[in-house]
Structures are given as C-alpha cells and as structure tokens.
C-alpha cells in the first residue's frame, strides 16, 4: 500500500473517533464528490481528446475518411457535394435542381463514382426527375476547392 493512502486511512480513523457522527459523514460525502468531479473531467478530457478534437482536426466524420495509396481521400459527402456542382452545371434550369439525399458513391484509386437523381425543370418549364451518374477525381490538395476536381463524365438517364 502507498504511503498516502496509509497517510489517508489514519487521518480517516483519528476523524471518525475524535469528530461528531454528522461531521465524520459530511466529510466522508464531501470527499465522495471531490472524486466523482475528478473521474467525471478525467472523462471528459478523454472524450474530448480522443473524440471530439479528430473530428474538428479533419473537418469530416472520421469514420468517412478513406486512405488510398496512402493519402487521405475527402469523404463521400464531400464528393457527393462536388458532383451535385458538377451536374447542376449540365442542368437546363440549374436553380430548380432538387437533388436526392440517397446517393450512392463508390471510390476507385483518385476517381469517385457518385449515383444518384436530381428533379429540375426541363426547358418546357415542367419537373422532371433524371437519374445520373457522375465520374469525378480528385487531383489532390483542398478538397473544398473545385480546382482540385476535375468532371471525368455526367450522364443522364429518364
């Protein structure tokens, strides 16, 4: 046993002999809470170290981030966003563009293959739903700058 902790038991000893029963218990509380605030910010900065500050750091989800020939690639909803731009770019009404939320992407070497439909207005001003599939890679750098894509194919299908 520690030196302190043996230091730690007498002096709880001599106080539960000398000190009322009420004051022997409200130390005994008090010293109850003192670890529970320091478990709880032992905890916290655990979480916030090992959770929180990764995802901040890489600005994505980091269970989204692919390594490919050893570079970190953006994620799939960066390239699902980038597509959209790219295909909103064909589009006869690019405002009216309504893309879906379930898309399908798929990552081979620096190329992302993003699947998936947009409802836009055709040149007659009527709604059409066009389902496409869009090739992109990415060339390296800022993933957040369309610089670094470049639009390999968009093609549309009814």
Same mark, same amino acid.
């Given at each position: 046993?520690?030196?302190?902790?043996?230091?730690?038991?007498?002096?709880?000893?001599?106080?539960?002999?000398?000190?009322?029963?009420?004051?022997?218990?409200?130390?005994?509380?008090?010293?109850?809470?003192?670890?529970?605030?320091?478990?709880?910010?032992?905890?916290?900065?655990?979480?916030?170290?090992?959770?929180?500050?990764?995802?901040?750091?890489?600005?994505?989800?980091?269970?989204?981030?692919?390594?490919?020939?050893?570079?970190?690639?953006?994620?799939?909803?960066?390239?699902?966003?980038?597509?959209?731009?790219?295909?909103?770019?064909?589009?006869?009404?690019?405002?009216?563009?309504?893309?879906?939320?379930?898309?399908?992407?798929?990552?081979?070497?620096? #190329? &992302?293959?993003?699947?998936?439909?947009? !409802?836009? +207005? /055709?040149?007659?001003?009527?709604?059409?739903?066009?389902?496409?599939?869009?090739?992109? #890679? &990415?060339?390296?750098?800022?993933?957040? !700058?369309? +610089? /670094?894509?470049?639009?390999?194919?968009?093609?549309?299908?009814?």
């Amino acid at each position: 046993m520690s030196v302190r902790k043996e230091q730690e038991r007498e002096m709880m000893r001599r106080l539960s002999e000398t000190a009322s029963p009420e004051t022997f218990k409200a130390f005994t509380e008090s010293r109850a809470k003192q670890r529970k605030k320091k478990i709880f910010i032992i905890v916290a900065a655990f979480f916030t170290i090992f959770v929180i500050l990764p995802a901040i750091v890489s600005g994505s989800n980091p269970s989204d981030a692919r390594i490919v020939n050893g570079k970190v690639m953006p994620s799939d909803s960066q390239a699902q966003m980038v597509a959209q731009v790219f295909v909103r770019q064909e589009l006869k009404s690019p405002r009216s563009a309504d893309f879906s939320f379930d898309c399908n992407v798929k990552l081979n070497n620096n #190329t &992302y293959t993003v699947t998936g439909y947009v !409802d836009a +207005q /055709n040149s007659f001003g009527g709604m059409m739903r066009e389902y496409y599939c869009c090739e992109i #890679t &990415y060339k390296g750098g800022d993933e957040n !700058d369309m +610089q /670094n894509w470049r639009v390999r194919s968009v093609v549309f299908s009814e």
